[in-house]
């Protein structure tokens, strides 16, 4: 037999090149049908892209749920978790794939550290993040038979970026309002942020900072890091204040809320003009009519009453005296209602009339 284009078995004994061929092919075959059956009942659950400044340490947090038992052959076997790893940008982390982390090696690299176990928890912690670990990471479970096996090729995406890539932005308003922006190169997600106020830490986990109207003592230097590490920050962003915000929208504010006040009191005493002007005019007009009426003299009339005389034509002095003390005077008011100032002229004569009665 023609040894040509032959491996050798475990045997000892020889098999052709077809026959390796399809052996090839059965393997493979035999390992999806692995994977697969491997899926029933198991899961990996990651975290959501986690974006990480270089040097800084980024903790991912895993779990898993394993295959409990499988059955074979009508054999059951109870199945228990023997070997962990985690790679980088492979679909299954078999093999020979290398490795970040692997359960079962004794030199694995000090900045990946495993914090989980075999049972539930699979959570991995980076150290020193570099740009070799901008990368998607996965995590593969091995059991105590091959039907156990699992890996979640959905992964977890890891971006690395520069410490000059976390910058401060600012953004104002018409009305003074201010507002910081944590900002990077990490686009998939507003990252959880840490913001520092002259390396005091503040109590906002936002992207953005809003200081609304700032005032003296919001000035300072202000930094940002991500919630995952606070070690590495931003460049400090200097907010400084020269004076206090007098800008066009607080004078915009302040002249509006003037004219709310001024414009109804405004109305009100203009109101309140107009009725004692008109009151005035009337007062005015009343005290006019009155000089005028006073300005008009009465007519009087003056009549005098003499005794009659005696036979021989004389006044009885006696009598006369006595007649003179018994006369009468009378005075007759007569009211005009409107007259010129010819009229009143020419009637301003007063009229004595001497009436002598006869004896």
């Known amino acids: 037999m023609s040894q040509r284009g032959c491996l050798p078995k475990q045997t000892g004994t020889f098999i052709t090149a077809d026959e390796t061929s399809r052996m090839d092919s059965r393997q493979i075959l035999w390992s999806v049908m692995v994977l697969l059956s491997g899926a029933v009942g198991q899961s990996v659950k990651y975290p959501d892209p986690v974006c990480a400044v270089r040097g800084s340490t980024v903790t ?21 978790v023997v070997r962990v ?127 609304g109207a700032p005032t003296a003592k919001d000035a300072g230097n202000y930094s940002c890091a991500f919630k995952t590490n606070s070690n590495i920050h931003s460049q400090p962003f200097l907010l400084t204040l020269d004076k206090e915000p007098t800008g066009n929208g607080v004078l915009l504010v302040t002249a509006a809320v003037v004219l709310g006040v001024l414009l109804p009191l405004s109305s009100v005493l203009l109101i309140c003009f107009i009725c004692r002007r ?61 007259r010129t100032r010819r009229e009143k002229e020419a009637d301003d004569a007063v009229v004595y009339t001497c009436v002598a009665t006869r004896g």
């Open 60 to 80: 991912l947090p895993c779990t898993f749920t394993s295959l409990q038992s499988t059955t074979n052959d009508n054999t059951k076997y109870i199945l228990q």
């Open 278 to 338: 008109k009151s005035a005019a009337v007062k005015k007009d009343q005290r006019s009519e009155r000089e005028q009426s006073d300005q008009q003299l009465p007519d009087n009339i003056y009549s005098s009453i003499l005794p009659p005389s005696g036979p021989d034509g004389r006044v009885e002095p006696q009598k006369t005296h006595q007649a003179m003390d018994e006369v009468d005077y009378a005075s007759i008011q007569i009211m005009h209602m409107k």
């Open 85 to 211: 790893r985690w790679c980088q940008n492979h679909g299954i982390c078999q093999g020979t794939t290398p490795s970040v982390y692997d359960s079962n090696n004794q030199n694995n690299n000090s900045r990946y550290q495993y914090l989980g176990n075999l049972k539930e928890n699979c959570t991995l912690r980076i150290r020193d993040v570099q740009k070799t670990d901008d990368a998607v990471l996965r995590f593969r479970m091995e059991v105590n038979h091959t039907s156990g096996h699992f890996t979640e090729p959905s992964g977890v995406r890891v971006t690395v970026i520069e410490p000059s890539e976390l910058r401060i932005n600012r953004s104002s308003t018409d009305l003074e309002t201010v507002t910081l922006f944590c900002t990077s190169a990490c686009t998939f997600r507003p990252p959880e942020v840490t913001w520092f106020k002259d390396d005091r830490a503040l109590s906002v986990s936002e992207p953005a900072l809003q200081l």
